[in-house]
C-alpha cells in the first residue's frame, strides 16, 4: 500500500488539459453557503464562501486565508478561473494522497503487514523493515508496474475517453470530481474507484456539501501528518511528539530518490551522459 502511494505522490498531472480558456463566471448553488437559488459567481467569490463556511474551528477562526495571494494566480494563461479550480482539484487529490500515505505508513509499520507472509507479497520480500524500505525492496519491474497503473488512473481522472457528462474542473467542473471507469482499460477494470461495490446509500445534496467540506479538511491533516512521519524516520528528533515512540520506524535512506535502491537494475546505455 505504501509503495502504491509513493507512486501516486511522484505521479505529475498532466497539463494537456489546461489549454482553453475558461469560462468567466461559474453558476454555483450558494444554498450551501446560506443562499436560497443558483447565482453566478466567481470562482474567486465561491472560494471564500467554501472557507467561511468550513465548520472546523481552525476554518472558522481564520476564515479565508491566502497569503500568496494564489486565489488571483493565473497558471498556463488558462485564466484565473481555470487555475482556481486547478488549485482546488490538486489540494483535494493531494489529500487523498497523503490520507491513503498516512495509513499506509501505519498499516506498514505493524507486525501483520511487515511481518511474515506464507505468500510473499513481491519478489525480494524482506519482513521487519520500515515502509520506506519496503518500496527500497520491490523489484524496479514491480514500481513501474505501480507507475503505469497511477499514469492510467491519473489520465482516466482527466477525462480520457470523454466520459459522458464529465466536465473538466478548470473549465467549470466540480473540484475534486473522479468519473467512472468500470470497464476501462480494454475491460479490465471492473469496479470504480469510489463505491466500487455500490453499497453506500444515496446522499442529499446537503450531506454531500458536508462530506466535500470533511473531506478537505481530513487531507490537509493527512498531509501534515505524513510529512511529520518522513521527517521523523530520516530526521530523528525533528518531530518531538513522535521521538518518544521508542518503535518508531527509522530510515536512512533519501525518500525524495524513489529509485535509488533500483540503479544496478537500469540499463547503463539509459543514463545521461553531457
Known sequence: MHSAVVALALCAAPVAAFVQQAPTAATTELAAFGGAKKQTVSAKDELVALAEANPDAIGAAFGFWDPLGAADFNFWNIGNEATIGYLRHAEIKHGRVAMAGFLGFCAQSTPLVSGEHIVLPYKGYIAGVTPQE?????????????????????SYGEGAGSPEGYVHYTKGGL?????????KGLGQIG?????PFGILPDQTAEEKERGRKCEVNNGRLAMIGLLGLLSESSTPGSVPILSGIESFPRYSGEVMAPFEANLQEIPAWTYFHP
Open 134 to 154: 519496503q518500496w527500497d525492496n520491490i523489484p524496479l519491474a514491480g514500481k513501474l508496474q505501480i507507475i503505469t497503473l497511477v499514469g492510467m488512473l491519473e
Open 175 to 183: 473540484p475534486g470530481y473522479y468519473p467512472p471507469i468500470a470497464g
Open 191 to 195: 469496479l470504480n474507484l469510489y463505491d
